[in-house]
């Protein structure tokens, strides 16, 4: 096994691996920040045409979904937001969490790792345990959805001290290849795929990657239970809908859930 001391994230490597889709992106990186999510909410860019990426290196207050906190350690993992604006008038994008689960998934395959599951509506699994984490905010105006703030947090290389709360268990990307790829790379890699998903999301809708996102599902015909409505709800998890709900097959029939701020757990 290889791991040598991670890298500081570097602009010119993040372009090295966007190659002709660098232009595309106006990419910002920080030694640290509270948390990427929260700087991109309160002050977005103006748009230029490009999509803004803000990385950071460390986070100080990084947050998770749920109220939960996102961790960090330096060089322990990798840490962006992106703001993703809609077209003028457009709907929201039905799926986009589970869009950008895919596109995190595809990133990871690309570097080698085997065992890529999603578990829905936006986390990512490698052999079952977490190794990375998506946090979608959406900026409104006038009651419209005017863009999204999508942040990512994924394992690089977690301390021996972590402790993370997680009922899957955690797993980094050090424990999943022999050589641990630099952060920069990652982060390249991961806004090419996030470029070409949700450029087809956006084109023809979450149903074209519908069937992309099932072969990847962790708990496909598996018994669940979703937390997070009044009461917890419990069946057999029969894939995602065409707008990226959870169908759930229980003794009453097939339910709906939407991804509003609900957890599913192993039933
Ligand atoms: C979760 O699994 O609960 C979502 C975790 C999302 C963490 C990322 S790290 C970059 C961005 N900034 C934040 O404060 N959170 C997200």
């Given at each position: 096994m290889?791991?040598?001391?991670?890298e500081?994230?570097?602009?010119?490597?993040?372009?090295?691996?966007?190659?002709?889709?660098?232009?595309?992106?106006s990419?910002e990186v920080?030694?640290?920040?509270?948390?990427?999510?929260?700087?991109?909410?309160?002050d977005?860019?103006?748009?230029?045409?490009?999509?803004?990426?803000?990385?950071?290196?460390r986070?100080?207050?990084?947050?998770?979904?749920?109220?939960?906190?996102?961790?960090?350690?330096?060089?322990?993992?990798?840490?962006?937001?992106?703001?993703?604006?809609?077209?003028?008038g457009?709907?929201?994008?039905?799926?986009?969490?589970?869009?950008?689960?895919?596109a995190?998934?595809?990133?990871?395959?690309?570097?080698?790792?085997?065992?890529?599951?999603?578990?829905?509506?936006n986390?990512?699994?490698?052999?079952?345990?977490?190794?990375?984490?998506?946090?979608?905010?959406?900026?409104?105006?006038?009651?419209?959805?005017?863009?999204?703030?999508?942040?990512?947090?994924?394992?690089?290389?977690l301390?021996?001290?972590?402790?993370?709360?997680?009922?899957?268990?955690?797993?980094?990307?050090?424990?999943?290849l022999?050589a641990?790829?630099?952060?920069?790379?990652?982060?390249?890699?991961?806004?090419?795929q996030?470029?070409?998903?949700?450029?087809?999301?956006?084109?023809?809708?979450?149903?074209?990657?519908r069937?992309?996102?099932?072969?990847r599902?962790?708990?496909?015909?598996?018994?669940?239970?979703?937390?997070?409505e009044?009461?917890?709800l419990?069946?057999?998890?029969?894939?995602?809908?065409?707008?990226?709900?959870?169908?759930?097959?229980?003794?009453?029939?097939?339910?709906r859930?939407?991804?509003?701020d609900?957890?599913l757990?192993?039933?």
């Amino acid at each position: 096994m290889d791991h040598p001391k991670l890298e500081a994230l570097d602009r010119a490597a993040v372009a090295a691996a966007l190659g002709g889709l660098a232009a595309a992106f106006s990419v910002e990186v920080l030694p640290e920040c509270d948390s990427t999510n929260s700087r991109l909410l309160a002050d977005p860019p103006p748009d230029d045409g490009r999509i803004p990426v803000l990385a950071a290196d460390r986070q100080t207050a990084g947050r998770g979904r749920r109220g939960r906190v996102w961790q960090s350690w330096p060089g322990a993992g990798l840490t962006f937001s992106v703001l993703w604006r809609f077209a003028p008038g457009a709907p929201l994008p039905g799926g986009l969490s589970l869009v950008v689960g895919l596109a995190v998934a595809r990133a990871l395959e690309e570097l080698g790792v085997e065992g890529v599951q999603l578990k829905w509506p936006n986390d990512v699994l490698v052999n079952g345990h977490k190794i990375a984490g998506i946090l979608i905010e959406l900026v409104s105006g006038r009651g419209q959805p005017l863009a999204a703030v999508i942040g990512v947090g994924i394992n690089l290389r977690l301390p021996p001290e972590a402790a993370i709360e997680s009922p899957l268990g955690v797993t980094d990307l050090a424990r999943c290849l022999d050589a641990t790829p630099p952060a920069s790379r990652l982060l390249g890699l991961v806004l090419a795929q996030l470029h070409h998903f949700l450029g087809i999301c956006a084109a023809a809708g979450f149903e074209s990657l519908r069937g992309a996102w099932q072969q990847r599902n962790a708990f496909a015909e598996l018994p669940v239970r979703i937390l997070g409505e009044a009461e917890p709800l419990a069946g057999i998890c029969a894939g995602v809908d065409a707008d990226g709900a959870l169908l759930l097959q229980t003794p009453d029939g097939l339910r709906r859930v939407l991804s509003g701020d609900v957890s599913l757990r192993a039933g």
